[in-house]
């Protein structure tokens, strides 16, 4: 079973993958999906509807999405329940959110953070915004220092789970 | 008969269709970014010119002379841009003894100086836009703000052309602060400083002609196109016909470009261009002796292929067509795909086509140099496709192109795409509306996508990685494929 909370036009998704079912959002769908080809090419089969999707990675750590003519990014968050797929870097990580300079970094590595805590600030045109930890857990790593000008989805903090 | 088109992209492979058509070999010249474009791959045979910066290929005249005479090619096609502008190249191209297929040297020097253009269609008899014929010195600007010219004014470069160099002033103040800017722009994008002022035209329409010349005073129109949806004084959408001239309107300006080129006795295709006012007066800006972007508009309406005119005229030195064959029909329009971010002011982007899909059907054409595999680099202009659709209405028309944008997929690459399709879904633009400050106070409406829609993508997106973590997709496709190919095989040999 897993568990993805996805993203899309200020929408947001909770997807459950338990075997072959899928549950959105507490509904349980009919829905299969399959690669048409290695470059991002799908198909989805609903009843009564089959539908063409392009998905691929983007630069911001997000993934872009064709589907019927829109083109959609979108975010996702995936918390694993099996023991055998545990990865540390699905707890939390935390992206610059537009280009913009690094303040001040709040934490070390090895902190134990919880879910809002600020971690760093960055500013961007004047504006200071305080990035926080969408998760509570363990300052992984941290992939900037203060004074860095960085690019937009830039990774700069990794959290991993507490405990 | 051997062609070289002195070009790359969309263009360069627009021109070759019509070379095989007419069962004419063709030279593809490229830079080392271009090694695997498509125009080379189109080509009968392809040359390489030099290194990725233009100075050092595609705008180097002795590289490509020299090119055209190694492979034998006798004819040369310079396309738009590039060189396709300067009279020295159409002069060395027929100083040594090759086919240029463009206007004569001195017809283009005429109309590569905005300045001298503007004489020119005055003795024509056109009505020019107000304002000095004479350049702009750094310390006249208050000479030059006078009777005839008022703010706000636009300073423009001389040497100009596709939009480029152009800077608005309102005031002495702003005059005199981007008087120096406008300067430098010049000189570095077309290695000449000369500038001029021009009024700007409030609520104007860009409007131009399409013309073809036999060099001996007969010329015949293909018609008008509006172009005024433009986005940094560079045209993003175009159509013909002009949705918003009335018959008389559209007879006074065909015959004030025609007359133009009569003359001048105007050689090859050129589009004399015309802003209008909101009181329908109309005044002439420029030309350009050149094949243009927005040419399949006309083509679509009129039937006529433009570039096997122009190649037939130059090779055989006549113009057997006649005015009264050429007829307009329906409507049609171009979106330019371009590799830019509407979202971020137009910044040029690039990256990898992952995956493309062309769109077809009814109606649409596609003259496009995107595969899949290539590399958008921002070495070259944006432009990387053109979508055109054709329709017996207007309205059907957008439809198709709407519909065609949308079946358009472009993978790893950030386009104009869906902004393309919003302009075109607008009010304004539905009814025709539309003037060349357009985007200016345009916002896309926040079109959020039906739920259902959104809800299938989350729904894609989360098994998309669900699948990327749980299958090592090596193992299971492949095995797939070879289990399907062994009983395939199994069944043929079976049947035999």
């Given at each position: 079973?897993?568990?993805?909370?996805?993203?899309i036009?200020?929408r947001?998704?909770d997807v459950s993958?338990?075997?072959?079912?899928l549950?959105?959002n507490?509904?349980?769908?009919?829905y299969?999906?399959?690669?048409?080809?290695d470059?991002?090419?799908?198909?989805?089969?609903?009843?009564?509807?089959?539908?063409e999707?392009?998905?691929?990675?983007?630069?911001?750590?997000?993934y872009d999405?064709?589907?019927?003519?829109?083109?959609?990014?979108?975010?996702?968050?995936?918390g694993?329940?099996?023991?055998?797929?545990?990865?540390p870097?699905?707890t939390?990580?935390i992206h610059?959110?537009?280009?913009g300079?690094i303040i001040d970094?709040?934490?070390?590595?090895?902190d134990r953070?919880?879910e809002?805590?600020?971690?760093l600030?960055?500013e961007a045109m004047k504006?200071?915004m305080k990035l926080?930890?969408?998760?509570s857990g363990v300052?992984k790593?941290?992939?900037?220092?203060?004074g860095?000008?960085?690019?937009k989805?830039?990774?700069?903090?990794s959290l991993?789970?507490?405990g | 008969?051997?062609?070289?088109?002195?070009n790359?992209g969309?263009?360069?492979?627009?021109?070759?269709r019509?070379c095989r058509?007419l069962?004419?070999?063709t030279?593809?010249?490229?830079?080392e970014a271009?090694?695997?474009?498509?125009?080379?791959?189109?080509a009968?045979?392809?040359i390489?010119?030099g290194?990725?910066?233009?100075n050092?290929?595609y705008?180097?005249?002795?590289r490509i002379?020299?090119?055209?005479h190694?492979?034998?090619a006798?004819?040369?096609?310079?396309?738009?841009g590039f060189?396709?502008?300067n009279?020295?190249?159409?002069?060395?191209v027929?100083?040594?003894?090759?086919i240029f297929?463009?206007?004569?040297?001195?017809t283009m020097a005429?109309?590569g100086?905005?300045?001298?253009?503007r004489r020119?269609?005055?003795k024509?008899?056109?009505?020019?836009?107000?304002g000095?014929?004479?350049?702009?010195?750094?310390?006249?600007?208050?000479?030059?703000?006078n009777?005839?010219?008022?703010?706000p004014?636009?300073?423009?470069?001389?040497a100009g052309?596709?939009?480029?160099?152009?800077?608005?002033?309102?005031?002495?103040?702003?005059?005199s602060?981007?008087v120096g800017?406008a300067?430098?722009?010049?000189?570095?994008?077309?290695g000449?400083?000369t500038?001029?002022?021009?009024?700007?035209?409030?609520?104007?329409?860009?409007?131009?002609?399409?013309?073809?010349?036999?060099?001996?005073?007969?010329i015949i129109?293909?018609?008008?196109r509006?172009?005024?949806?433009q986005?940094?004084?560079q045209?993003?959408i175009e159509?013909?016909?002009?949705?918003?001239l009335s018959?008389?309107?559209?007879e006074?300006?065909?015959?004030a470009a025609?007359e133009?080129?009569?003359n001048l006795?105007y050689r090859?295709?050129g589009?004399v261009?015309?802003l209008?006012?909101?009181?329908?007066?109309?005044?002439?800006?420029e030309?350009n002796?050149r094949?243009q972007v927005?040419h399949?508009?006309t083509?679509?309406?009129?039937?006529?292929d433009?570039?096997?005119?122009?190649?037939?005229?130059?090779?055989?030195?006549?113009?057997?067509l006649?005015?009264s064959?050429i007829q307009?029909?329906?409507?049609?329009?171009?979106?330019?795909?371009?590799a830019e971010?509407?979202?971020?002011?137009f910044?040029?982007t690039?990256?990898?086509i992952?995956y493309l899909k062309?769109?077809g059907g009814p109606g649409?054409?596609v003259?496009?140099a995107?595969?899949q595999g290539?590399?958008v680099?921002a070495?070259?202009d944006?432009l990387?496709?053109k979508?055109i659709?054709?329709?017996n209405?207007?309205?059907?028309?957008?439809d198709r192109?709407?519909?065609?944008?949308?079946?358009y997929?472009?993978g790893g690459l950030?386009?104009?795409l869906?902004?393309l399709?919003?302009?075109l879904?607008?009010?304004?633009?539905?009814t025709?509306e539309i003037?060349?400050?357009?985007l200016?106070?345009?916002?896309?409406e926040?079109?959020?996508?039906?739920?259902?829609?959104?809800?299938d993508?989350?729904?894609a997106?989360?098994?998309y990685?669900h699948?990327k973590?749980?299958?090592?997709?090596?193992t299971?496709?492949?095995?797939?494929?070879?289990?399907?190919?062994?009983a395939?095989?199994?069944?043929?040999?079976s049947?035999t």
């Open positions: 079973m897993a568990d993805y909370r996805v993203t036009a200020n947001t998704y993958i338990i075997d072959d079912q549950v959105v507490g509904d349980r769908i009919s299969d999906m399959d690669s048409l080809n470059n991002g090419l799908h198909i989805i089969r609903q009843p009564n509807k089959n539908t999707a392009y998905l691929e990675p983007n630069r911001q750590g997000q999405i064709q589907i019927d003519g829109n083109h959609l990014s979108a975010e996702i968050l995936s694993f329940q099996s023991s055998r797929k545990r990865s870097q699905d939390g990580s610059s959110p537009m280009p300079l970094i709040m934490v070390n590595i090895g953070v919880k809002g805590q600020t971690l600030i960055q504006m200071q926080r930890a969408p998760s300052v790593f941290i992939s900037t220092t203060p860095s000008q960085v690019e989805g830039v990774l700069l903090i991993a789970p507490a | 008969m051997k062609l070289l088109v002195a790359r969309e263009i360069a492979i627009r021109i070759m019509t058509e069962g004419i070999s030279v593809a010249v490229y830079s271009d090694q695997n474009s498509l125009h080379t791959r189109y009968d045979e392809a390489s010119i290194a990725t910066k233009a050092d290929s705008l180097n005249i002795n002379l020299k090119a055209a190694d492979i034998g006798n004819t040369i096609h310079p396309g738009y060189l396709s502008e009279p020295k190249f159409g002069q060395a027929e100083d040594s003894g090759l297929i463009g206007p004569r040297p001195e005429i109309f100086d905005k300045l001298s253009a020119a269609a005055r024509a008899g056109l009505l020019v836009l107000p000095p014929d004479q350049p702009l010195e750094d310390n006249q600007t208050e000479y030059m703000i009777d005839s010219i008022s703010y004014v636009l300073v423009k470069a001389a052309g596709g939009g480029k160099g152009i800077r608005l002033a309102r005031s002495d103040s702003e005059l602060e981007v800017l300067r430098e722009e010049a000189k570095a994008a077309f000449d400083g500038i001029y002022l021009e009024p700007l035209v409030q609520k104007a329409r860009h409007i131009e002609v399409q013309i073809l010349g036999d060099g001996k005073g007969k129109n293909f018609g008008e509006e172009c005024s949806i986005r940094r004084h045209k993003l159509e013909a016909p002009a949705p918003s018959n008389s309107e559209r006074c300006i065909i015959e025609c133009l080129g009569r006795k090859s295709l589009t261009e015309f209008m006012d909101e009181n329908s007066q109309f005044y002439f800006i030309v002796p094949i927005e399949p508009v083509e679509m309406v009129t039937g006529y433009l570039v096997r005119e122009q190649i037939l005229l130059a090779t055989t030195g006549n113009l057997d006649d005015q064959q307009v029909r329906g409507a049609a329009i171009e979106a330019r795909i371009l971010d509407p979202d971020e002011n910044l040029p690039s990256g990898e992952s062309e769109p649409i054409r003259d496009s995107l595969y290539m590399a680099t070495d070259y944006s990387v496709s979508l659709a054709w329709g209405h207007r309205k059907t028309a957008i192109l709407q519909r065609g944008l949308s079946e997929q472009i950030k386009t104009d869906v902004f399709n919003q302009i879904e607008s009010h304004p633009y539905q025709g003037t060349t400050t357009f200016d106070d345009f916002t896309p926040n079109n959020i996508p039906a739920e259902s829609v959104t809800r993508a989350a729904v997106a989360a098994l990685i699948q973590r749980t299958q090592p997709k090596s299971t496709d492949l095995n797939g494929n070879l289990w399907q190919q062994t395939w095989r199994e069944q043929i040999s049947g």
